[in-house]
């Protein structure tokens, strides 16, 4: 169906290369010919929020690199396809899309859990994998060199910022005690673990740490184990249900710890603030890789053309939007470099220089793990503002952190 | 005397035909997407033959079938892991011993739950599938935990790569269809399909119930083990919560279902039907969001009219234009001189 | 001390949910002898419903209760007479894949309307809590607890009262016999498998106050469920509440005592346990598999 369509594009488009349009290197579609890019997305499932979120992410940037004329001169449409959220499903996209479908690029899905597995297959066609959402530490330790992590830090380092930030409080206000609670997933572990070395080196004693499984309905008794401990801080490895529910659960029993930091959750916007209560999110803090009005390439573009196509506030987006849009500038960035889409160029492309993306600039290392570092994001008067480090911070942090709504 | 003969050559040389076609699949469609369709398949088709080992000769529903594949792929991966096995063919020499590994868990949880019958059994099951995959979330040094386990890659290239996991898991599907086939035809199996009809009235006719109804479950989880081995080995990375999934479960039960209980071409027929259109329409339809309320109305309609299965439905209607021929011109069918009661439903020769 | 103590009352208290919707399950599966792997999902088409209501007619989740049970109760009736009486073989097997279906049919109905994200129905004294023993206690667990057990008690009263309470029971003792002495087996399926959902129904409101939940939290559900009445012994009212408390008390304490990590396992073990001394359950009676 898509066959004589792209044959009369390619003639018209071998009528304009002979005008001057760029050349394409071994394989790669002549000069004008639309590409398809193939993305397998959860848009059913458990990641499906997220999934969507992508969607919309990727689709502004179709949008905004066909106003451009296309990726170096090749107009993008974007192919989803649904993985359910499972490991057959998503092994089984990525061989459909790059084998019978013949897709140009491949971006990539939703979490480290589903990123892993895609990544061999994506390999061993020798296609390029930039990724919006798979940063857990297995991801770059299995000798890959095509798949990169669009991010600006791997997930293991989110919690680095918040690190720093509380070790450099003067002696006399520093907390004495953290409670650490966590789910096992590649996600959220890292980071906790991570953090929790990094604070026990600084001199901050360990009150509780317990990791628990991604499928326990009911967090209550987990959320009073932290209660009971007492610490002056909380460092929370949750997702957006339990993140809630920690917070409620807090409230409920009067517990006010100084510095509350959870790894998921107070990054959702308006959503987390119904759930929690409006008055409840003041001092509470996330790391995030992406804020809305921070100074990056594209990024107040990015926010208004989303907010225009999509509705909502800019304080709404999700970063998962976001880190979609970053996946195509760094495509787009790369392509310019090596003057080619063809995958064997963007990958060698993406091992070197920096990329300019509306979470900040970002390199890749060998594995395709970046270097950089994400914020510390602090809920203030009802807005998300970014503290530390100063570089990035637009306001002062808060501490301690006011108590909770009675 | 003549037609019997007749109806075992058709059904050799459809054999015959079916086998080759098998085999030289990835060499006339070499095309990945549809190996790997095929690799899936053919998993299947091994899947609901083993389970059918169990659920459809004994009669004991066992929802629980999906620890024992997750089972066997943790272990293969542990396996390789601990003995620093390389990447390549090596590997699928290390499913038997998964495989074994499987047996030896199946009997402990077996002897557990054959001790109850019936739903009792349903459940226990379930509950043992859910413990499996706890101790594979918690026993982090073991497993990974959620961070689940690698296994190595081989680096084969993209058109080459389904090609061996295809003939592991056909290896593997033969390897079930000759072990279903062989049991239904000793005494052993004949022991089972009386357990299926009436367990006590087995057991005080001498049947050593308890012996067989393990024997049976542990031959069953060994091969859904084996297959879960290769099936991690393929997608490379596991976790507990995807590779000891319900769902792989239900449908295995399903294809069964679909197929026939108890006979030997009624599972992988289920199979043969139902994994391709599973994957295709995920692939095609998956984003419209309402193809889980799609497949579960398939699979009512699957239920509600074909409540035997296609393969007994099928040969009764065969069954039945035999009668009708053999009536003679006056047109008379005596129904009570046929089907006897006595043979347990799917006993007949599929 | 105070811990375990905490740790028991907050058992006993969310042990009521439980309870409620165990005993919707064991009720279905006494009358008919199905095992209902849809409970869960329809817990959850039923917090869904009060959900909806709660949003657009704010009002106190409670209340939709009037609307949700009887609503979801002719729902139950539906389902039992299109897709649960057809079955006539085999139907232990076959109706596990039919109520399968109906579980995943639902589930991507919901997921359809209200997407994957998580919610949670939202009282206005849900963080209110009181004091006792040196900690505290959310008011909506005691709320929640006492509804179940207002619940639970009425139908204990149905079964144990009125007519069509003995008709449930004489099904439930002997189906053939039932019919005998002229119980409508069919009709008091029916409306056995409608009280269930209807139960399933108020279960779905208070667990949905106390937790938040999304489209696939069935899964979990169902697995807690079933495995709850298996201990209490499948078809015991009695023992599906013994079950629903001991499951509860069991994993809140584990997850004090041990770790998190291993609450429900410890429960696991109890039941195997139970199953190797007495395999019919706690207060599960020896039948005959075919009678």
Request: charged content about 10%; overall charge neutral; glycine content about 10%.
């Amino acid at each position: 169906m898509r066959k004589p369509v792209s044959l009369i594009v390619a003639g018209l488009g071998l009528t304009l290369a002979a005008c001057g349009g760029s050349s394409g290197g071994g394989g790669t579609p002549q000069s004008g010919t639309p590409i398809t890019i193939g993305v397998s997305v959860s848009l059913t499932g458990d990641f499906s929020g997220d999934g969507k979120a992508l969607v919309q992410g990727y689709d502004l940037w179709a949008q905004d690199i066909n106003a451009k004329g296309g990726l170096l001169g090749h107009k993008v449409t974007m192919k989803y396809v649904d993985d359910a959220s499972s490991t057959q499903q998503v092994v089984t996209n990525y061989q459909n899309l790059i084998t019978q479908d013949k897709v140009a690029l491949v971006f990539g899905p939703f979490s480290s859990l589903l990123t892993i597995p895609a990544s061999t297959v994506v390999d061993r066609y020798g296609y390029a994998f930039p990724e919006p959402a798979g940063g857990g530490p297995q991801v770059f330790s299995r000798g890959l060199h095509s798949i990169f992590f669009v991010q600006p830090a791997a997930v293991e380092d989110n919690l680095v910022s918040f690190t720093k930030w509380l070790l450099s409080l003067p002696a006399g206000q520093r907390p004495a005690t953290a409670a650490y609670a966590t789910q096992n997933d590649p996600f959220t572990q890292p980071q906790v673990d991570k953090a929790k070395s990094l604070l026990e080196a600084g001199g901050i004693t360990t009150a509780s740490y317990k990791v628990y499984g991604t499928e326990p309905i009911d967090w209550t008794p987990l959320a009073q184990q932290v209660v009971n401990s007492n610490a002056d801080v909380v460092i929370l490895g949750t997702q957006e249900p339990d993140g809630v529910a920690f917070i409620k659960v807090f409230q409920q029993q009067h517990y006010n710890p100084k510095a509350l930091v959870e790894t998921t959750g107070p990054d959702q916007g308006k959503d987390f603030a119904d759930k929690v209560g409006a008055a409840n999110t003041e001092g509470v803090m996330v790391p995030a890789g992406w804020w809305s009005s921070a100074k990056a390439a594209g990024n107040d573009k990015f926010t208004s053309e989303f907010v225009a196509k999509y509705g909502g506030a800019a304080g709404d987006i999700s970063a998962d939007a976001a880190e979609a849009y970053s996946v195509g500038q760094v495509v787009d960035q790369a392509s310019a470099k090596a003057n080619s889409i063809d995958n064997a160029a963007l990958i060698s492309a993406l091992h070197s220089g920096t990329y300019q993306t509306i979470q900040g600039p970002m390199a890749f290392d060998s594995t395709g793990k970046p270097n950089g570092s994400s914020f510390l994001v602090q809920w203030q008067n009802g807005l998300t503002v970014p503290v530390y480090p100063s570089s990035a911070a637009v306001a002062q942090p808060e501490f301690p952190k006011p108590n909770f709504a009675a | 005397m003549r037609r019997v003969n007749r109806t075992s050559a058709v059904k050799g040389a459809a054999l015959a035909v079916g086998l080759a076609l098998a085999i030289v699949l990835p060499f006339v469609a070499p095309d990945p997407a549809t190996t790997n369709i095929a690799v899936f398949t053919v998993m299947y088709v091994g899947l609901a033959t083993a389970w059918n080992i169990m659920g459809g000769y004994t009669g004991y529903i066992s929802l629980g079938h999906a620890a024992f594949f997750g089972f066997g792929a943790y272990a293969l991966g542990l396996l390789l892991s601990h003995f620093g096995i390389e990447a390549g063919f090596q590997p699928f020499f290390f499913v038997p011993v998964a495989g074994v590994l499987t047996a030896v868990i199946a009997v402990a949880i077996g002897w557990i739950a054959l001790r109850t019958r019936a739903a009792t059994f349903v459940i226990v099951t379930i509950a043992c599938m859910f413990m499996l995959q706890l101790l594979a979330e918690n026993l982090v040094g073991l497993t990974g935990g959620g961070s689940g386990l690698s296994f190595p890659v081989p680096r084969w290239s993209g058109d080459f790569f389904n090609i061996p996991y295809y003939f592991a898991m056909l290896v593997l599907a033969l390897l079930g269809l000759a072990v279903s086939w062989w049991i239904r035809g000793s005494k052993f199996g004949l022991g089972l399909l009386a357990i299926r009809d009436d367990e006590d009235k087995a057991l005080a006719v001498g049947v050593p119930t308890r012996a067989f109804k393990l024997t049976a479950f542990v031959i069953s989880a060994m091969l859904v083990g084996m297959i879960g081995a290769v099936y991690g080995y393929y997608v490379t990375y596991i976790y507990p919560q995807f590779v000891i999934d319900p769902l792989v479960g239900i449908s295995m039960v399903l294809m069964v279902f679909l197929g026939g209980m108890g006979t030997i071409w009624g599972p992988v027929l289920g199979a043969v039907i139902l994994e391709p259109a599973q994957l295709w329409l995920a692939y095609n339809f998956g984003a419209s969001r309402l193809y889980l309320v799609f497949y579960a109305a398939v699979f009512l309609l699957v239920i509600l009219l074909l409540p035997r299965g296609i393969v007994p439905s099928v040969m009764d209607l065969i069954n039945r234009w035999r009668r009708h021929r053999a009536a003679g011109p006056t047109g008379r069918v005596s129904d009570t001189r046929d089907a006897p009661r006595a043979v347990p439903r799917g006993a007949e020769a599929p | 001390m105070t811990l375990v103590l905490e740790a028991v009352l907050l058992g006993i208290l969310t042990g009521g949910v439980y309870a409620l919707m165990a005993s919707g399950l064991t009720l279905i599966f006494g009358v008919m002898r199905i095992i209902n792997v849809g409970h869960g999902a329809l817990v959850v088409l039923g917090a869904y419903l009060s959900f909806a209501l709660v949003r657009s007619l704010n009002i106190d989740p409670l209340l939709s209760l009037v609307v949700t049970m009887p609503a979801m109760f002719a729902l139950g009736a539906l389902l039992q007479v299109v897709f649960i009486r057809p079955l006539k073989t085999d139907r232990e097997a076959l109706s596990v894949l039919v109520t399968y279906a109906l579980a995943l049919g639902i589930e991507g109905l919901l997921g359809y309307i209200f997407t994957s994200n998580y919610v949670q129905l939202k009282a206005w004294y849900e963080t209110a809590s009181f004091p006792i023993f040196g900690f505290r206690i959310a008011y909506v667990y005691v709320i929640g607890f006492g509804l179940c057990l207002a619940i639970l008690a009425a139908m204990f009263w149905m079964l144990y009262r009125t007519s069509f309470g003995g008709a449930i029971r004489a099904t439930m003792l002997n189906r053939t016999a039932a019919q005998l002495i002229g119980v409508n087996v069919d009709r008091v399926s029916a409306l056995a498998f409608g009280v269930g959902v209807a139960t399933a129904a108020a279960g779905g409101v208070v667990f949905g106050i106390t937790n938040s939940f999304n489209p696939g939290s069935h899964y979990d559900l169902i697995s807690r469920l079933l495995t709850i009445i298996v201990l209490g012994g499948l078809g015991s009212l009695r023992g599906a509440v013994v079950g629903a408390l001991i499951m509860l008390i069991t994993t809140d304490v584990t997850a004090v005592l041990i770790s998190p990590v291993w609450a429900s396992f410890a429960f696991f073990v109890i039941l195997i346990a139970v199953l190797i001394v007495r395999p019919q359950g706690l207060y599960g009676i020896r039948v005959r598999d075919r009678a």
